[in-house]
């Protein structure tokens, strides 16, 4: 058994000592800066008045105003389960009208940041709520070639902060959490979906959205798709195409599903050729040039190990073309090209044209070792407490392609047993029309935790979670998200802004 698997089993003996004794009174916030937790150093344990927080200096992500938030105990603590770790963590406790829950909340890209804006979400809705750096400051770095460090921003640094959250909870308010729960998107959803894998205890619900779940596989892909739009720069397709091939895909399967929104309701019965827009003579900005059409068609396509015929990681969906710039820019998505220099081959002046798939792949997933990705689909220890699991991913998403959740979703039922075996505990939701965990000609607003409690708590089954298209402050549309494979049928009468009047089938 590895030393950090037996740190992580005597943290959880010395935690499960404290939770299981009697009930201690509450405690004041301030006081919560004497609290002793195995590996942890509380640095702060602060009261807030109503509306009196402000943005750290650290905080990123705009401007946003907190003056709504009730008042709170915030606690900052750094968290060292390993000799190499630095975790982060903040917790905020509700000084009054707690919910009686805790929620661990996501962060996106390589993390390296606390999140306030989510932190101040959960505690809007009474939750005791925590969030973690990961263990590093800003994004990719050298940081990536320490193992410790890894395995932290992997899973270890979402389940310390669970653990000791917890306990801060139990500390402060004199009882336990009744109910733990997580959400995220992007980075976020894979540190969700990582933990019903790694730690099935620690959560009884998780909301995982866009998870990069296969976080190696989409760096691939993006280099992949750089390799083929610079090769020849002919064939790099500048941003003022992107309207042209979005409008031609709409002509093609906007109105395969009977209703005619600019939004496809499942891509994959959609077959496009982006042939039809090879330019006659000439080059315009409403068509393509041969070499540009070849390379149209390579971002829809797998990326595949030539050698073993495995798919590496799987292509864009049709009706992402007006995000096509993530991947499709001059220089390589930021993201993956950092795994690369920092993670794999130590080098930040690492030339992404030099990356083979068929040999390198084999020493990306040596090095990576199950750290960061979030593919196994054995989720029957998950399931053994009642654990609920949604996933949701825009099928239009232009950074982390929604065919790996599709992807995903498929083996847990081949491991599992098929849907009858996965349906009380786990669902997918995929989103016609959003982008990136959100925006996107699609309705693409929603309250996926809403939805979640009441499957946890109450036993309420998500068989349909209704999304709203709002522009200028008022809602446009509305329409049913449906658990994968159904999608929103319309009934053949009505408005079709309405949710009402479709059904999922």
């Given amino acids: 058994m590895s030393n950090h698997r037996n740190c992580f089993i005597l943290a959880a003996l010395a935690i499960m000592l404290v939770l299981n004794a009697a009930p201690a009174a509450a405690a004041s916030c301030e006081s919560l800066s004497a609290l002793k937790l195995p590996e942890t150093t509380i640095t702060m344990a602060q009261s807030v008045a109503p509306g ?24 900052a603590a750094t968290l060292k389960p390993s000799s190499d770790s ?18 661990t909340v996501g ?8 999140d306030t804006n989510a932190l101040a979400a959960g505690l809007r809705r009474g939750y005791a709520a ?21 395995i932290d921003f992997g899973y270890r640094a979402v389940h310390e902060t669970a653990v000791k959250g917890k306990a801060m909870v139990a500390a402060f ?22 933990a019903s894998q790694q730690f099935p205890n620690d959560f009884d619900g998780i909301v995982a959205g866009a998870p990069a779940l296969n976080t190696t596989g989409r760096a691939a892909f993006a280099m992949w798709t750089a390799q083929n739009l610079h090769k020849d720069e002919a064939a790099y397709i500048p941003a003022t195409k992107y309207p042209a091939i979005h409008d031609a895909v709409l002509q093609a399967c906007d109105a395969l599903d009977g209703v005619t929104d600019r939004v496809i309701e499942n891509p994959r019965q959609c077959k496009f050729n982006p042939k039809v827009l ?69 080098n930040p002046a690492w030339d992404y044209k030099t990356l083979n798939f068929d040999s390198d792949m084999d020493r990306v997933d040596k090095i990576e070792g199950g750290a960061i990705n979030a593919m196994n689909p054995d989720l ?20 982390i392609p929604s065919g790996s959740s599709v992807t995903y979703y498929q083996s847990v039922l081949d491991t599992m047993g098929g849907p009858s075996k996965v349906k009380s505990n786990y669902r997918l939701f995929m989103v016609p029309g959003m982008g990136h965990c959100g925006g996107g000609d699609g309705p693409s607003n929603f309250d996926m935790l809403t939805a979640l409690e009441q499957w946890v708590e109450n036993n309420k089954a998500p068989d349909q979670i209704v999304a709203s298209r709002i522009a200028n402050g008022k809602t446009e549309r509305t329409r049913p998200l449906c658990p994968y494979p159904q999608a929103a049928t319309y009934k053949g009468t009505g408005s079709t802004d309405d949710a009402a009047n479709f059904v999922c089938k």
């Fill in 86 to 103: 630095d975790i982060k963590i903040e917790v905020w406790l509700p000084a009054s009208n707690w919910n009686g829950k805790f929620l």
């Fill in 278 to 346: 090879e330019c006659k003579a000439g080059d315009a900005a409403t068509c393509l040039t041969t070499p540009q059409v070849e390379a149209a068609r390579k971002m829809y396509m797998p990326l595949v190990n030539s050698r073993t015929e495995k798919v590496i990681f799987q292509g864009l969906e049709y009706g992402s073309e007006m995000g096509w710039s993530t991947f499709g820019s001059p220089q390589p998505f930021g993201i993956g090209t950092q795994m690369y220099q920092y993670m794999v081959f130590n």
């Fill in 130 to 150: 925590a969030s973690t750096d990961t263990g590093h400051e800003g994004g990719g770095g050298p940081w990536m070639q320490s193992k410790e460090k890894l």
């Fill in 173 to 194: 308010y004199g009882n336990n959490a009744r109910l733990s729960y997580f959400q995220g998107c992007s980075a976020g959803g894979r540190q969700g979906l990582k």
């Fill in 380 to 399: 029957k220890p998950f399931f053994a407490h009642s654990g609920k699991l949604i996933q949701y991913h825009g099928w239009a998403d232009q950074q």
């Fill in 107 to 114: 962060n996106g890209g390589w993390n390296g940041n606390i």
């Fill in 52 to 75: 009196a927080f402000t943005v750290p200096a650290a905080g990123r992500g705009g401007a946003p105003r907190f003056e709504d938030l009730p008042g709170f105990c915030r606690v």
